[in-house]
């Protein structure tokens, strides 16, 4: 008789069975075991039958215990239901465990249900279950979406012994909050200690090193994945796809997409086609959208948007409007916020400023910010000054602490001589406690990240890099290189307008870079910027590519910009 239940109780086990035929066979076998039906409920649940397990735990022959509330919990994960069950739980006076609050941590990530979140964690401090390696993954994962890298710093920091599952966690988080050097500084910490590289964390530095454009970290994290077996996976695959486009380097991204083209999902697609976008390669983008369609794969938001970037950054905004109409009528999708400021951009930068405006106050969507941000840089750069004020008061009804808003229309402002409105401008910001966003610019030196602020004197090497650019200022002047004064207000003495313009972050980048010296030699200089790159940098750079007889490559806030013997890939759009 124990013989024959044995094997019911295997057979009850089996996750193969139909959980109805289980639950039939526990029924008429008149099963007792706690676990066989905690079980059945997990079994519904992931057999999409959650309905069956609402019913089967209401009629447990038991009362419910943590793992019978924690199975039906899970049962609706990411969903309202899934919180009210818990409370549920507690008003029957079952405290979770570890599992429960993992579970719900996750949904909690998923609803964006900060205040239940804030709360869930306190209950799972008072009770010592958020330093259990389980639920602290899936805190880490939380504040990750919660965009609170800090709390989930701290998150980790309070795990005694955290495994590799919770490094990755961390270094996911920090790389989705543009912590990049962070990520990269967590996973050699990660590497140091002796844990493995999983999955996550090598995407995870990978997704940093793209934001950072570090293409000396992404080749090394390419090898270290190699090395691995990971380079096949397509999460990782993907990463790499995203960090060497991100990076520049499209024929190498091209490569790894090639060589992972089977397993290749849209994700994968996306990235590339961002990646030739960034550039204004429209053509190569439209090749693998039309490749992607024979794959038969299904075009999403994203990869519109890779094409409409791509578009805009060429400056073909006559070829807009038709990939917004096959977006609508081919597959169903209504343009975002991000389709349309791709449009408006691009018509703005064509000279059809009225005409982006218009479709800007009748587009179906409430436009925020950002789309009236990109009609202000436009007029800014045109030096349209009533435009840009007119553009720049649009930006701060919606966002009055933008410094960007400001700062470009006084940049326009002062250029006009109107000073009486510089001085408002002035006083909105003193008044709203406004500080001007400083401008930053990274450069990779042998694997490392060197970062410079506009007149920054904290690099160890300040000093020979400052005379190593005012001696670059200097032979591009000889080459008949002229300031560009549109961005430097013109109230102030000359020499003070030239230190402006000498000492902004990418030529800080620029001089360092070619203090350091090729390696190896012509390799070319590369630049990322968190602003957009001005004017006068962008004259600069052209004229240093003669003197220095090296590419110099700066990825902006907007796109690419490749600078050899003397002009830019951009042919000045930007």
Not at 147 to 166: G, H, S, T, W, Y
Not at 337 to 343: A, F, G, K, P
Not at 418 to 433: H, T
Not at 467 to 472: C, F, V, W, Y
């Amino acid at each position: 008789m124990v013989e024959c239940d044995e094997n019911v109780n295997e057979a009850a086990m089996s996750m193969s069975m139909d959980p109805r035929a289980r639950h039939a066979q526990a029924i008429t076998s008149h099963i007792k075991d706690r676990a066989v039906w905690n079980n059945l409920i997990t079994h519904y649940s992931k057999s999409d039958l959650s309905s069956y397990a609402v019913s089967l735990f209401q009629r447990l022959p038991f009362p419910p215990n943590v793992v019978s509330w924690t199975a039906l919990i899970s049962a609706h994960s990411n969903t309202l239901l899934s919180l009210r069950h818990f409370l549920a739980m507690l008003r029957h006076n079952t405290l979770p465990n570890h599992r429960t609050v993992a579970s719900l941590f996750t949904t909690c990530a998923a609803l964006t249900a900060v205040s239940f979140a804030l709360s869930l964690h306190s209950l799972a401090l008072k009770l010592s279950l958020s330093q259990h390696p389980f639920p602290a993954s899936s805190l880490l994962s939380l504040y990750a979406k919660l965009r609170m890298p800090l709390n989930a710093r701290k998150v980790f920091d309070e795990i005694p012994q955290p495994d590799n599952v919770c490094f990755s966690a961390l270094i996911v988080a920090l790389a989705q909050n543009s912590r990049s050097v962070d990520a990269s500084s967590v996973f050699s910490e990660m590497r140091g200690r002796g844990f493995a590289s999983t999955v996550h964390s090598v995407s995870g530095v990978l997704r940093a090193a793209a934001q950072l454009a570090a293409l000396e970290q992404c080749r090394m994290m390419h090898a270290h994945a190699v090395v691995l077996g990971l380079d096949s996976n397509v999460v990782v695959g993907s990463a790499l796809v995203d960090g060497y486009g991100k990076a520049g380097v499209v024929n190498d991204a091209r490569r790894v997409f090639e060589d992972n083209l089977d397993d290749m999902n849209v994700v994968g697609w996306n990235a590339m086609m961002a990646g030739y976008a960034q550039q204004g390669d429209y053509q190569s983008a439209f090749e693998l959208f039309e490749s992607l369609e024979g794959c038969g794969l299904v075009p999403d938001e994203y990869t519109f948007l890779a094409i409409l970037t791509a578009l805009c950054n060429a400056g073909m905004f006559l070829e807009i409007a038709p990939w917004f109409t096959r977006m609508r009528v081919d597959y169903g999708l209504e343009p975002s916020l991000e389709h349309y400021t791709c449009l408006v951009g691009a018509m703005a930068r064509a000279g059809e400023l009225e005409r982006a405006e218009r479709v800007v106050l009748t587009m179906p969507i409430e436009p925020d910010a950002a789309v009236w941000r990109a009609l202000l840089s436009v007029c800014a750069y045109r030096g349209e000054a009533d435009k840009a004020w007119s553009m720049a008061k649009r930006v701060l009804e919606l966002e009055p602490n933008d410094d960007y808003a400001y700062v470009s229309v006084a940049n326009v402002l002062s250029s006009a001589g109107r000073w009486d409105d510089v001085a408002e401008l002035r006083k909105m910001m003193k008044d709203r406690r406004v500080k001007k966003k400083g401008g930053r610019s990274w450069i990779e030196v042998q694997g490392e990240v060197h970062v410079f602020v506009a007149g920054d004197w904290k690099h160890e090497r300040s000093k020979e890099i400052y005379q190593k650019l005012a001696e670059l200022m200097g032979d591009i002047e000889k080459l008949g290189y002229v300031p560009v004064w549109d961005e430097v207000l013109h109230n102030v003495g000359e020499e003070k307008r030239k230190e402006a313009l000498w000492y902004h972050s990418e030529k800080l980048a620029v001089a360092f870079g070619v203090l350091c010296g090729p390696a190896p030699p012509g390799k070319p200089l590369r630049i990322v910027k968190n602003l957009r790159i001005c004017k006068d940098c962008h004259e600069a750079f052209k004229y240093m590519t003669r003197v220095i007889e090296r590419e110099i490559i700066v990825r902006d806030v907007n796109r690419y910009h490749r600078f050899v013997n003397g002009n830019c890939t951009c042919s000045d759009i930007w």
